[in-house]
């Protein structure tokens, strides 16, 4: 579903965030992508999302070679891969009805089909009954889950997540990472850059730790494993 052949990433700073890297995702896989701030793990993320180009090296998405993707052919592209932030991005004047049905409406939907896919992926989150509510009267937990919301409205077959739990509880961090794993289990494919490890080694999926632009560990993490 995702490969990296060979990506390299250098800005015109002369920053080299990513050097070469190759792997594999598989289609309904679920994958952690860790690694020290300014490893590259926001770089790679906006390769897939096709908000940065490699300098050198191949990404395809959906066996899609993004590398021959007109710049007309980006907002078909972003509608294949739902992303979630850890500042979740609402806006603040909408409800959160209105939050989640953005990216429809964006791409034509009607009316009706937009109420219905909102509420089926507010109810998804446990968030229906809050529909008419503004965002700012949510909590931190329930802020990240409309934003989880808007993100797989469109019914994305890969969805990012860049450090979803970065400010919550530990108790609130697992309710969201069992949300990814839901998605996850009914064939959504998904990778979440994490810096918490305790987090991560308590969940056994595929772990991707990136050190100065380079993959540094590919796989499962050893149980209390506190480093990487």
Same mark, same amino acid.
């Given at each position: 579903?995702?490969?990296?052949?060979?990506?390299?990433?250098?800005?015109?700073? /002369?920053?080299?965030?990513?050097?070469?890297?190759?792997?594999?995702?598989?289609?309904?896989?679920?994958?952690?992508?860790?690694? &020290?701030? /300014?490893?590259? @793990?926001?770089?790679?993320?906006?390769?897939?999302?096709?908000?940065?180009?490699?300098?050198?090296?191949?990404?395809?998405?959906?066996?899609?070679?993004?590398?021959?993707?007109?710049?007309?052919?980006?907002?078909?592209?972003?509608?294949?891969? /739902?992303?979630?932030?850890?500042? &979740?991005?609402?806006?603040?004047?909408?409800?959160?009805?209105?939050?989640?049905?953005?990216?429809?409406?964006?791409?034509?939907?009607?009316?009706?089909?937009?109420?219905?896919?909102?509420?089926?992926?507010?109810?998804?989150?446990?968030?229906?009954?809050?529909?008419?509510?503004?965002?700012?009267?949510?909590? /931190?937990?329930?802020?990240?889950?409309?934003?989880?919301?808007?993100?797989?409205?469109? @019914?994305?077959?890969?969805?990012?997540?860049?450090?979803?739990?970065?400010?919550?509880?530990?108790?609130?961090?697992?309710?969201?990472?069992?949300?990814?794993?839901?998605?996850?289990?009914?064939?959504?494919?998904?990778?979440?850059?994490?810096?918490?490890?305790?987090?991560?080694?308590?969940?056994?999926?595929?772990?991707?730790?990136?050190?100065?632009?380079?993959?540094? &560990?590919?796989?499962?993490?050893? @149980?209390?494993?506190? &480093?990487?």
């Amino acid at each position: 579903m995702i490969n990296f052949s060979t990506v390299s990433k250098r800005y015109e700073s /002369g920053q080299e965030a990513l050097g070469g890297i190759s792997f594999d995702i598989d289609a309904g896989e679920l994958v952690f992508l860790t690694g &020290h701030s /300014g490893a590259g @793990k926001s770089t790679l993320m906006k390769l897939i999302m096709l908000m940065e180009r490699p300098t050198t090296g191949q990404v395809l998405v959906g066996g899609r070679n993004l590398s021959r993707i007109r710049k007309s052919q980006i907002p078909y592209h972003r509608r294949q891969v /739902g992303v979630v932030f850890q500042n &979740h991005q609402l806006l603040f004047d909408r409800s959160v009805f209105e939050n989640v049905a953005l990216p429809l409406q964006i791409a034509g939907y009607q009316s009706r089909e937009v109420g219905r896919r909102v509420r089926a992926a507010l109810d998804k989150v446990g968030l229906l009954e809050k529909e008419k509510h503004n965002p700012i009267t949510l909590s /931190g937990g329930e802020q990240q889950r409309v934003g989880i919301a808007r993100a797989v409205v469109n @019914k994305p077959p890969v969805l990012l997540a860049d450090e979803p739990t970065g400010n919550l509880d530990p108790e609130l961090s697992a309710e969201i990472m069992n949300l990814f794993a839901q998605f996850n289990a009914v064939g959504v494919t998904v990778m979440i850059a994490s810096h918490d490890i305790d987090l991560i080694t308590r969940l056994d999926y595929r772990v991707l730790t990136l050190h100065k632009g380079q993959i540094i &560990h590919d796989g499962f993490l050893p @149980k209390g494993d506190q &480093h990487g």
